[in-house]
């Protein structure tokens, strides 16, 4: 059975194909900045855990002593200025993962619909030179960045095109990254990148969950995959006796605590479990409601990529080269 909008397909791919090539052939120039562009991004939309990885490497880096930001849309704001993101503010005004990124990583997030305008604020901010983390970049072409990391879910590999599927590029787009992060759990997949003529060096990224849940949970959140996350509770031996999913960075009401309530008492559990982005996006307010119905335990996704050390040297070449 023909996929719905897989007539549109065709129409999409060409206009991906024009955008890059425009690009690629300088018929367009990208906008750019002082400091070395790393742009962390995916083929698929959502999911892929692109905003762990640009976490991760935040962290290393400022371990390191570099200094380095990160740049971001902050997909669902409401504010239409470009500013740094202040980690004791709220989602609807930043953005839930930029807020969760300045919350987790301790860098600098700027957040704006132009990402050179926010990289232009970070430069101004900055006492030394550094590097800049472009999240959710690898689409964003006018910025002009000196390497591409491209995050991949297993998915990607069977996927189709939007607007059928939920590729905003094809596999083949690969060719212009630097570097292509892989679960642990799909290493195998190199074999079928190589045979795409995929070259770039491979990362491999091991992802755990840790959470202090005791008794029966009632687990909810609202991201891209939601049963990875409900499986990965179960895996660590969470009593998951009930769940409830919600669209990504879909925003919370006081209907939705108040149902969440309810599945508590339907159920006749003892705590409620959420991510760390569901945590960003909650208010105090909605947090307090909740917590007055039964505790509410946090998980935290904890990033670590194989051979970090080479990673960060990799990374900080990009400031001597410039």
């Known amino acids: 059975m023909m996929r719905p909008f897989a007539f549109l397909v065709p129409v999409y791919a060409a206009a991906v194909a024009a955008k890059n090539a425009a690009y690629e052939r300088g018929w367009t120039e990208p906008q750019l900045l002082k400091w070395p562009v790393v742009s962390v991004g995916n083929l698929s939309v959502g999911g892929s855990g692109k905003t762990p990885v640009v976490i991760r490497l935040a962290q290393l880096l400022r371990a390191e002593g570099v200094s380095v930001d990160v740049l971001s849309r902050g997909y669902g704001r409401s504010g239409q200025s470009v500013e740094r993101v202040d980690a004791d503010g709220n989602a609807a005004r930043y953005g839930d993962e930029p807020l969760l990124i300045a919350r987790t990583a301790g860098v600098p997030v700027y957040v704006g619909a132009s990402r050179y305008e926010a990289g232009l604020l970070a430069e101004r901010d900055a006492a030394n030179e550094g590097i800049h983390l472009l999240d959710d970049g690898f689409q964003h072409r006018r910025l002009a960045r000196s390497m591409d990391i491209v995050v991949l879910h297993a998915s990607d590999f069977v996927e189709g095109l939007l607007p059928a599927g939920r590729l905003r590029e094809p596999l083949s787009s690969l060719k212009r990254a630097q570097a292509v992060v892989l679960r642990d759990e799909d290493r195998e997949l190199?074999?079928?990148?190589?045979?795409?003529?995929?070259?770039?060096?491979?990362?491999?990224?091991?992802?755990?969950?840790?959470?202090?849940?005791?008794?029966?949970?009632?687990?909810?959140?609202g991201i891209a995959r939601p049963e990875e996350f409900f499986a990965g509770?179960?895996?660590?031996?969470?009593?998951?006796?009930?769940?409830?999913?919600?669209w990504d960075h879909q925003d919370y009401s006081r209907v939705e605590i108040e149902r969440l309530s309810g599945m508590l008492r339907k159920h006749n559990a003892e705590c409620f479990v959420t991510t760390e982005k569901d945590a960003a996006r909650m208010t105090g307010e909605q947090r307090k409601m909740l917590e007055a119905a039964a505790p509410l335990h946090v998980a935290l996704l904890e990033v670590v990529l194989e051979n970090e050390a080479a990673v960060v040297q990799q990374l900080r070449a990009l400031l001597v080269r410039k």
């Open 190 to 221: 190199e074999v079928e990148l190589r045979r795409r003529g995929i070259t770039a060096p491979l990362w491999i990224q091991r992802r755990e969950i840790k959470v202090d849940a005791a008794g029966r949970a009632v687990a909810f959140c």
């Open 233 to 246: 509770l179960r895996a660590l031996g969470v009593d998951t006796v009930a769940t409830r999913a919600l």
